[in-house]
């Protein structure tokens, strides 16, 4: 078979399956990478022995002479202490992640006042106390220096700052002049709905234009058509045990993916080998998504194929159910072939079954919804009943509106929210209609393209500076309190529309006439609607500390089936006859573009591109059979280098528009398709998102029922440009996957040479190393015996030695705390929120893309990502690295002055004072986890110079650095160091989480509980792959995880005794389906 | 022996010092009458002896009463003495009724006699015992050491002496076998000046100087940025021996952080306010210091009301509202306002405002925080949690912070160095027994204990002096 392993099960990119010897030799250097700083070329460092000691003697005098002065400190008391602070003990509130559409419920910690760290709240039946790299990253946004700071009036292009006293008296004549229109993104919130009511009864004619830069406004009409219903249903995905996706990104991107992956995991955890059992997922898609990456099987179709593969699968089903079948364009024959068997095993799962569907035709939704009716999932794995409402725009909403505005029948318009100047795809022809409104006011509290065109700035509060609720699901409540006074003069939108109705409602004088008026709407509907608390204060103080309020879930309500599925049919999408599609998605990172200004998450790799700081053409990959593997077709000879770091530029023409994006090599791509991330591109935006990228909402089209389509057919590909713009982490830390698996005579380690030449029977296995295991379902049983036979071969090898690992056990770590890990590999579904959650817990810096693109990002938490299985359409797995606290650990051997060494309770510490930055400690991490501050990161050195492309140092020009500002620092964990240049660092296991923990069991006389301590990565999982907690106490959740068998070491063969298992990754293929 | 002569005279200089201030007064009485003083009548009585309080200046008081006799019965019950109508006690009920002297009927004649002595001494200013007395502390601790270097300095110029002696011998022997052998050939005899600008002689100097140097450098620079007995002046003039010393306040009163958070926390000011709504002229500064912690707050101490809108008052408000109570204070106690109370309320107002603003930080707002100087400073890459010492290590506040009760300004008592609190930590036993956290971990040391095989577990044994216990 064409597509046939040749010379390495997993693999992490092309260079590594071609055993490209370069790449091969770079990845057994310390930080695969050339020597760093020579690469700069406007740094100069020839120093010579004479400037050695010049600058030695400069150095030490200086810090003689500052340490002479004692510097006064001023330390400040409160005035009037609260009851509820004390410094330096943290406190948290029950709160909600509202942003548009998305929602979390939250619990935010508080430093002194100040918010540090958002956790999951798990009294939330939707969340479940998950959270999502973006929750993890908003608090970084409230300390935004970019943030409007005051109301501000556009005098003809010049931006004036004005107090609210004088807006509201400009504004309140200039509304009362006609319509207003308020457009928005969907909003939650009953409350703000409400208000929002008041507002457009004071001005007649007046509206609501809602819509979403990802939409679902096609499944709305849809369900609307079918049902009667205008919601996305109430999915269990933890219901099913048949899952099949057309294009829905629901573990990463879609409607409310925390929720979902929750589900999901529950359907794909084992946690006894021997009862497994697993849902089948089955993707169908054109470009990798993480939900694809997560699938058993992707079945690969065209963008515009979509509609036929709905169909396909509708027909295939009801032929065989006995239903009639529809009249449907035709899929390629591959999908057809695999969709017409996993309609079998549907059909067979019935009721057991749910198919989702990402696409915004209203044709192919109401045939989604026909397959689900057939196959009894209505009831079962979906219902009505707790309706989510996450996603409420209806796209030909928006376009009626500049529709108006261009007849000039509107009078103001306020933007609530909502960028459409930037994320429509004619954001060009709204901006011209936008222009012919008289009083444009904007509530949005940082700079956008919308914004930028409007007449007037009212700018909100952060969500974390106010008042507010939100019902993500009907009958599901939860309510957002402040935990910082505002910062800047800013005011909450909703009040503003109060005051401009002149509502009777509110109490303008009071301190917070918001909140009252909250408080009131909750006692008139929240309260009345329920009856476990007597009095409204009560309820509302219980509610405001829970963060929540769920009334009792409803009957699953009976909806008719009124669905026209011959009338849907035709409306599909028939597909494109173009050579090359190109498809457009949201990435977990930067959303539609409203998250792009989140330095946090343009830094996090995107889990599929693995690329940072912008979006990447996703091209495809293409195996001669033989060894050598490229670009197809137009995108030949591309990006061959990409394991050095340098890709290509293409042009690319969509819709006439021609653009300039750099590419990337994407395994699992379809051939003739590419894939390119929305939200990128913003020209008007805080500093970290504007030029970042390529903006491709121009690209878009808009179908006959006014819904936005996410693919184009690409019109011409031309010319190419080599590229060093490529901040890519999949070659960076690479854990020595080196060598060939059958005879040595590739390249391999010049240690491991020696070492095999010793013989066998020693560590002479080590080419083969154990990084990644996986293994199918079907296969359990047969696997479970070579993994025990392969363990049990480790553990020989480990005990040859002449300091046998159980005894030092019984020694150092059998009393006391002994620290561990275990991550489920078959429920990290590789969303990344852990990597933001560590971020913000340690104070890791931000440092921009050029320092990336040298291998110089710092995050402690890396997930590593490695293909297996078919070359042209991989599964993929995902491996959460970070410092596996090894018990014999290679890096403290090696350190000249023990600035790493071990503690008497399992952890690797680092004592960032004591470091003098040998880097010995990286060089001999196999894990390759240890990161080191090559630059003054937090302070001086970088960012914002280096955000923009890989030149390297643009002169300082003045403007304060990010991560120096006051503003930024706020958001410092302050029980964690903040390191500077030339230290190493690397993951704590969250030590100052372990020590708070014990402490708070010691102040209180009492054992530590499980759950006391649980590490940041831990708390932010949505799904639980984490646990975190003592090996030592057998009660505990890690000790029960630590017996899986399927559990394994990551390099276990080299006898370091990591505190990190890993249970194997297993997927529920059945070859059977797409042979 | 020489050493021996010095600490000789040293001894004799002492004796003669202590001799010439007991030929004075007796140093001891009066310092018991200070303690006394201070634990008894301190809190009414000004400690200057000369301006009132809540009770009279307490200068020439003797004079006043003219009887001891009766002053001892009105000091150990004045009620009774008013009963009786003796007329100096009538005198001064009503002029301070309905303050009542609280009564000692445990202190004895001697008592106060001591605490007479003290009062006659302070108010003439020539309290030796309080001085005086520290001199001889200072005097007397040479002869506490028993220091050796005078020893070892005279022996080493002996032994350097002795070499150039035997240098030069050997020098001329060399010489004369020379002369002896070669006659007039024989190379000149080697000088004094010769040997020292040798090769040999230069190196070993230049080796002995770097290494000296290097020694010293080395160790001078570990003590930089250290601040041990750093004592800056605080805006506000507290003292800690009136509050913790004499009134004998918990120190977990103010400083409430200490039990249950990494900081003990400076205490707000309406922490302050729990004592001073009532207390409102200090025993030593009258209304200096105090107002500072009203103006902060924005009490109205004439009203004795919280100022409403306080924030929003500008400055010019403000000083009229507590230089007013100031003057009132003044004219209350003098019985007139005058030039000299003028200066006085103005020098206390320029004092509130240095107290309350910054101008280095740009606090220009007199509402707010007091603006107390740090005198803890702990490196940033250290991580210290006064919860953990104090609750569940049971550690007294002295051990660290010193006598902070006796300091009337507070000084950093302890090196705070890495050293010092390893070696703490490394002989300090764990609160093993009664806390119940201990019993679910740590078997192995359970059951040594039971054994009689260990005697206690210090803080090192479970893991105390490690890496990340505090750097993180």
Same mark, same amino acid.
């Given at each position: ?324 079948? /529809? ?109 012919? /409104? ?173 690329? /940072? ?251 590593? %990502? ?114 500077? %240049? ?44 984490? /646990? ?48 | ?472």
């Amino acid at each position: 078979m064409k597509n046939q392993n040749k010379n390495t099960e997993v693999w992490v990119g092309v260079e590594h399956l071609e055993q490209d010897p370069i790449f091969l030799e770079s990845i057994n250097r310390e930080f695969n990478d050339t020597p760093a700083l020579l690469q700069a070329d406007g740094l100069k460092l020839g120093a010579s022995r004479r400037d050695f000691l010049k600058y030695l003697g400069f150095s030490v005098g200086a810090a003689t002479i500052a340490s002479c002065d004692i510097p006064v400190k001023k330390a400040l008391p409160y005035v009037v202490k609260p009851d509820e602070i004390v410094p330096g003990v943290a406190t948290y509130y029950a709160s909600s992640y509202v942003k548009g559409g998305d929602y979390c419920a939250v619990l935010v910690k508080t430093r002194e006042g100040r918010p540090i760290k958002i956790e999951g709240n798990a009294m939330s039946s939707l969340t479940q106390g998950g959270t999502s790299a973006r929750v993890q990253a908003a608090v970084l946004s409230l300390y935004d220096t970019n943030r409007y700071q005051s109301p501000m009036k556009n005098d003809g292009g010049k931006w004036s700052k004005m107090s609210w006293e004088d807006l509201d008296k400009e504004i309140g004549g200039k509304l009362a002049a006609g319509s207003v229109k308020v457009i928005t993104n969907t909003i939650l919130s009953p409350t703000a709905k409400k208000a929002l009511g008041e507002f457009l009864a004071k001005y007649p004619g007046s509206s609501v234009v809602t819509y979403d830069a990802v939409s679902s406004s096609a499944q709305l009409q849809a369900n609307e058509n079918c049902f009667g219903k205008k919601a996305i249903p109430n999915y269990m995905f933890d219901k099913a045990s048949m899952i099949v996706s057309f294009g829905a990104d629901f573990l990463g991107t879609w409607i409310s993916p925390v929720e979902y992956a929750r589900q999901y995991a529950v359907t794909r955890r084992i946690e006894e080998a021997s009862k497994a059992s697993m849902s089948r997922h089955i993707q169908v898609e054109s470009s990798m998504t993480l939900t694809g990456s997560n699938a058993d099987h992707r079945v690969l179709v065209r963008p515009s194929e979509m509609g036929a593969a709905v169909a396909t699968l509708y027909n295939a089903i009801a032929s065989k159910t006995g239903e009639a079948t /529809v009249s449907a364009p035709k899929v390629n024959e591959k999908a057809a072939a695999a969709l017409a068997k996993v309609a079998d095993q549907l059909i067979a799962n019935k009721g057991k079954s749910l198919v989702v569907c990402g696409t915004n035709n209203i044709g192919e939704q109401t045939l989604v919804n026909g397959i689900n009716n057939m196959l009894d999932s209505w009831g079962n794995t979906m219902t009505f009943a707790n309706a989510s409402l996450q996603r409420q725009g209806v796209d030909s909403e928006i376009q009626g509106l500049i529709r108006e505005m261009n007849a000039g029948s509107v009078g103001s318009v306020i933007v609530w929210g909502a960028n459409p100047a930037f994320d429509l795809p004619n954001s060009d022809k709204f901006a011209e209609a936008f222009a012919k /409104v008289k009083t444009k006011v904007s509530f949005n509290g940082t700079p956008d393209e919308t914004t930028a065109l409007c007449d007037y700035i009212a700018p909100t509060h952060h969500w974390l500076e106010s008042w507010g609720d939100a019902e993500p699901k009907e009958g599901i409540y939860s309510l957002i309190q402040p935990t910082i006074a505002p910062i800047f003069k800013t005011r909450q939108a909703e009040e503003s529309l109060l005051r401009w109705a002149g509502s009777q409602n509110i109490n303008p004088s009071a301190e917070q006439p918001y909140y009252e008026y909250l408080n009131a709407n909750w006692q008139s509907t929240m309260f009345t609607s329920q009856n476990s608390f007597a009095t409204f204060e009560a309820f509302w103080d219980n509610a405001l500390h829970d963060g929540i309020f769920e009334k009792p879930v409803a009957a699953f309500p009976e909806f008719g089936w009124n669905g026209d599925v011959n009338a849907a049919a035709a409306k599909v999408t028939k597909p494109g006859s173009g050579e090359i599609e190109i498809s457009f998605f949201e990435t977990v990172n930067v959303g539609a573009g409203q998250y792009a200004d989140n330095p946090w998450l343009q830094e996090m790799p995107d889990p599929i591109t693995r690329c /940072v700081w912008g979006n990447y053409l996703q091209i495809p990959i293409e195996f001669d059979g033989n060894k050598s593997f490229d670009g197809v077709g137009k995108f030949a000879g591309l990006n061959n280098k990409e394991g050095y770091k340098e890709a290509d530029q293409i042009e690319i023409t969509v819709a006439g528009k021609k653009q300039l994006v750099t590419c990337v090599r994407q395994f699992g791509q379809k051939k003739d398709t590419v894939g390119l991330a929305l939200g990128y591109g913003r020209k008007v935006s805080g500093a970290a998102g504007r030029n970042i990228g390529v903006n491709v909402y121009p690209w878009m089209s808009i179908d006959a029922d006014g819904n936005t389509q996410y693919f184009a057919t690409v019109d011409t590909v031309s010319g190419y440009i080599a590229t060093t713009e490529y901040a890519s982490v999949q070659y960076h830390h690479t854990m020595g996957v080196t060598g060939k698996a059958k005879g040595y005579e590739g390249e391999v380690n010049v240690d491991e040479i020696a070492l095999m030449r010793v013989g066998k029977g020693f560590q002479g296995s080590l080419v083969e190393r154990s990084v990644i295991n996986r293994t199918n379902l079907n296969e359990l049983p047969t696997f479970l015996k070579e993994l025990e036979e392969k363990r049990a071969e480790f553990e020989h090898l480990n005990q040859q030695t002449l300091y046998p690992y159980d005894q030092f056990v019984a020694e150092k770590y059998s009393q006391g705390h002994h620290w561990g890990m275990h991550i489920d590999l078959n429920s990290c579904t590789g969303c990344g929120a852990c990597q933001v959650a560590c971020l913000a817990e340690n104070n890791v810096p931000v440092v921009g893309k050029f320092e990336v693109y040298r291998h110089h990002e710092m995050t402690w938490l890396r997930i590593d %990502r490695y293909f297996f299985g078919d070359y042209e359409n991989p599964n993929v797995v995902y491996q959460p690295m970070m410092c596996q606290h090894c018990d014999n650990a290679p890096c403290e051997n090696v350190c000249p002055v023990s600035a790493t060494n071990h503690s008497s309770e399992g952890l690797n510490q680092m004592a960032y004072n004591r470091c003098i930055g040998t880097r010995y400690c990286a060089n001999n991490c196999p894990y390759k986890v240890r990161r080191f501050n090559w630059m003054d990161y937090t302070t001086a050195d970088l960012f914002p110079v280096n955000e923009h492309g890989p030149e390297p140092f643009v002169p300082y020009d003045g403007e304060v650095p990010f991560y120096a500002d006051n503003l930024t620092r706020m958001v410092l964990n302050p029980d964690v160091t903040v390191r500077v %240049r030339g230290v190493m660092e690397k993951c704590s296991f969250c030590v100052q989480r372990i020590q708070e923990g014990k402490l708070t069991a010691k102040k209180e006389g009492r054992a530590l509980r499980d759950g006391d301590v649980k590490s940041a990565c831990m708390t932010a999982c949505p799904t639980g792959a984490i /646990v975190f907690g003592d090996t030592n106490n057998e009660e505990s959740e890690i000790a029960k995880r630590y017996k899986n068998e399927l559990n394994y070491i990551v390099l276990e063969e080299i006898n370091v005794r990591p505190s990190v298992q890993y249970t194997t990754r297993v997927t529920n293929r059945d070859e059977a389906l797409l042979s | 022996m020489i050493y021996k002569r010095l600490n000789y005279s040293i001894l004799v200089l002492v004796f003669t010092f202590s001799l010439s201030s007991l030929f004075a007064q007796d140093p001891a009485a009066i310092d018991a009458g200070k303690t006394l003083f201070k634990n008894n009548c301190a809190s009414c009585h000004n400690k200057n002896m000369k301006d009132k309080m809540t009770g009279p200046a307490l200068a020439d008081v003797q004079a006043r009463w003219g009887d001891d006799k009766a002053l001892y019965d009105w000091i150990r019950n004045s009620q009774a003495m008013i009963a009786k109508g003796h007329p100096r006690a009538v005198e001064i009920w009503n002029e301070y009724k309905p303050v009542v002297m609280t009564s000692f009927p445990s202190l004895s004649d001697d008592d106060i006699n001591n605490i007479l002595a003290y009062i006659n001494c302070t108010a003439a200013g020539n309290c030796p015992g309080v001085d005086g007395g520290k001199k001889i502390v200072d005097l007397q601790q040479p002869e506490a050491k028993s220091d050796n270097t005078l020893l070892y300095a005279t022996l080493l110029v002996i032994l350097v002496l002795l070499a150039v002696i035997l240098a030069r011998i050997i020098s001329n022997l060399n010489h004369i076998a020379a002369v002896r052998e070669f006659g007039a050939d024989a190379p000149p005899r080697k000088t004094l000046a010769d040997t020292l600008t040798s090769k040999g002689m230069v190196s070993f100097l230049i080796f002995a100087v770097i290494l000296i140097g290097g020694y010293f450098t080395v160790r001078n620079a570990i003590n930089l940025g250290r601040q041990q007995g750093y004592q800056p002046t605080q805006p506000i003039k507290f003292s800690h021996a009136t509050h913790a010393g004499v009134h004998k306040i918990d120190c977990n009163y103010c400083h409430d952080g200490a039990r249950r958070s990494k900081h003990s926390v400076i205490p707000a000011a309406n922490t302050c306010l729990n004592c001073h709504k009532a207390i409102k002229v200090g025993s030593q500064y009258g209304t200096a210091e105090l107002t500072k912690i009203y103006a902060s707050i924005g009490f109205d101490p004439k009203g004795d009301t919280l100022i409403k809108n306080y924030d929003k008052k500008t400055d010019k408000e403000i000083e009229a509202i507590y230089k007013s109570w100031i003057s009132d204070s003044y004219t209350k106690e003098k019985g007139t306002f005058d030039a000299e109370g003028e200066a006085l309320v103005n020098s206390q107002w320029d004092g509130i405002v240095a107290a309350l603003t910054d101008k280095e930080s740009g606090d220009t707002k007199i509402q707010g925080p007091i603006e107390w100087v740090r005198i803890h400073n702990l490196p940033d890459h250290v991580y210290f949690n006064h919860a953990q010492h104090v609750s569940v290590g049971k550690v007294a506040c002295q051990s660290c912070h010193g006598k902070v009760e006796q300091m009337e300004e507070v000084k950093q008592y302890s090196p705070l160095s890495m050293g010092w609190c390893i070696n703490c930590h490394r002989e300090t036993p764990v609160k093993f027994a009664d806390n119940k956290y201990y019993d679910n971990y740590y078997e192995l040391y359970h059951e040594q204990m039971k054994n009689l095989e260990r005697s206690n577990v210090t803080v090192e044994d479970i893991g105390g002096t490690e890496c990340q216990k505090c750097h993180y």
